[in-house]
């Protein structure tokens, strides 16, 4: 049995169309006299005069609310997305979108979340309606409807990874970490590569105490800021998320090693292991002094004192490699802290090879810094005298 004339016709037309052949499946269209498809085609083509033609020819006939909003798109003129609504008695949802769009984009974002809010109450499973409602809601703060408009979407398209990430966006405004984290994650298996959400997973598992994945969070961005053409809008590591880490892996080790929790102890050392193995990563990336210093109280935790002594030094040569140190107080600050600590750890090492190439260079430090003022009243007296007595301890010991 063969199809009916205008089945095949009708075939015909949808895979011109699909292949871009749009005029040619509009005189299709109108020859079996679907005249949506016909508008749709026109309009397709750029021949917007001819889909108007048709538009208004078919409204003398019939009066339809798809017709009355097809005109509205092809003279972006609101009045027939209303008159559509008129013809419907409210009913076409169509138009509610189209007028939606039309206050968005003249910048009226609370008329257009009105009409978005129509549209999805008369047609609810529309995902890319309730994702628009959403983003609209998220810049008018309306935090409860975009939540509810961002939940639609999930259930609907559960896939829409996007939509996952404002689920998660909006629990963390509403300082709710415990729900952002699984739609975090369920935004990450359908898009590993959007570091935003990344970072967004980052400061959640902090939140959550889940270091582990924390420092996975951190990696994985150093990852992305290693590669060229995502590492412009990427943000550095956070010093105050690298020193959170440190401190809370380092409590959680002395915490459970006073207990016989075996595989608590366990886990506690393969997490100050990853942190090493953060901080081996930031540093063959930066040279921030705030790096250094938090790798050397890392390494003195953990019992590595001659790597804690490396990475002071590299602090301090980073400190100095600033111009102006000299007189600059918050850096001398930081300078005499510095020496402090190696000084400590060379009394306790106790070698006298390292403690002299040490004393040249509190010696050096303090005159540079006297150097760098003309007028003694004005010399940093706190400092050169803190670094004095650790000048004068190490020349105690060496006696």
């Known amino acids: 049995v063969y199809p009916p004339r205008w089945g095949v016709l009708r075939d015909l037309a949808e895979r011109y169309a699909k292949i871009g052949i749009v005029t040619s499946a509009a005189e299709i269209f109108e020859e079996i006299e679907l005249w949506d498809e016909v508008v749709e085609c026109y309009r397709r083509a750029g021949k917007m005069k001819k889909a108007e033609e048709v538009v208004r020819k078919r409204l003398e006939e019939t009066e339809t609310p798809r017709m009355w909003s097809a005109l509205g798109d092809i003279t972006e003129d609101k009045s027939y997305y209303e008159k559509a609504l008129e013809v419907s008695h409210g009913k076409y949802s169509s138009a509610y979108v189209a007028l939606g769009k039309h206050y968005a984009d003249k910048g009226d974002i609370a008329k257009a979340v009105e009409q978005f809010k129509m549209a999805v109450h008369i047609k609810p499973l529309t995902p890319h309606v309730w994702f628009r409602l959403g983003a609209l809601s998220m810049r008018l703060e309306d935090w409860e409807t975009a939540l509810q408009a961002f939940t639609e979407v999930v259930q609907q398209e559960p896939e829409e990874g996007d939509a996952?990430?404002?689920?998660?966006?909006?629990?963390?405004?509403?300082?709710?970490?415990?729900?952002?984290?699984?739609?975090?994650?369920?935004?990450?298996?359908?898009?590993?590569?959007?570091?935003?959400?990344?970072?967004?997973?980052?400061?959640?598992?902090?939140?959550?105490?889940?270091?582990?994945?924390?420092?996975?969070?951190?990696?994985?961005?150093?990852?992305?800021?290693?590669?060229?053409?995502?590492?412009?809008?990427?943000?550095?590591?956070?010093?105050?998320?690298?020193?959170?880490?440190?401190?809370?892996?380092?409590?959680?080790?002395?915490?459970?090693?006073?207990?016989?929790?075996?595989?608590?102890?366990?886990?506690?050392?393969?997490?100050?292991?990853?942190?090493?193995?953060?901080?081996?990563?930031?540093?063959?990336?930066?040279?921030?002094?705030?790096?250094?210093?938090?790798?050397?109280?890392?390494?003195?935790?953990?019992?590595?004192?001659?790597?804690?002594?490396?990475?002071?030094?590299?602090?301090?040569?980073?400190?100095?490699?600033?111009?102006?140190?000299?007189?600059?107080?918050?850096?001398?600050?930081?300078?005499?802290?510095?020496?402090?600590?190696?000084?400590?750890?060379?009394?306790?090492?106790?070698?006298?090879?390292?403690?002299?190439?040490?004393?040249?260079?509190?010696?050096?430090?303090?005159?540079?810094?006297?150097?760098?003022?003309?007028?003694?009243?004005?010399?940093?007296?706190?400092?050169?005298?803190?670094?004095?007595?650790?000048?004068?301890?190490?020349?105690?010991?060496?006696?």
């Not at 590492?231 to 959680?252: C, D, F, N, Q, W």
């Not at 102890?265 to 953060?278: M, P």
């Not at 490699?321 to 918050?330: L, Q």
């Open 164 to 399: 996952w990430a404002n689920v998660a966006a909006i629990h963390m405004h509403n300082r709710n970490p415990d729900e952002a984290y699984p739609a975090l994650n369920e935004s990450l298996k359908l898009n590993r590569n959007n570091w935003r959400v990344w970072v967004s997973k980052l400061y959640t598992c902090m939140d959550l105490k889940k270091y582990d994945e924390a420092i996975q969070a951190c990696l994985v961005l150093i990852d992305f800021k290693a590669k060229k053409n995502a590492s412009e809008e990427i943000p550095h590591m956070e010093e105050r998320v690298v020193r959170a880490l440190i401190g809370a892996s380092v409590k959680t080790f002395n915490e459970v090693a006073k207990s016989d929790d075996t595989p608590a102890i366990d886990s506690a050392k393969r997490t100050l292991g990853r942190v090493r193995d953060l901080l081996s990563r930031l540093k063959a990336t930066m040279q921030d002094p705030w790096l250094y210093e938090v790798c050397a109280y890392f390494n003195e935790c953990v019992g590595r004192s001659d790597q804690a002594a490396d990475d002071l030094m590299k602090e301090y040569r980073s400190l100095v490699s600033y111009k102006g140190w000299e007189s600059d107080k918050p850096m001398l600050d930081r300078i005499c802290r510095v020496i402090g600590q190696l000084s400590e750890l060379h009394i306790e090492e106790n070698d006298n090879e390292v403690l002299k190439k040490f004393k040249f260079l509190v010696k050096g430090v303090i005159r540079k810094t006297r150097a760098a003022y003309f007028d003694p009243s004005g010399l940093p007296t706190a400092h050169l005298d803190q670094m004095e007595r650790v000048l004068n301890n190490i020349e105690s010991k060496l006696i």
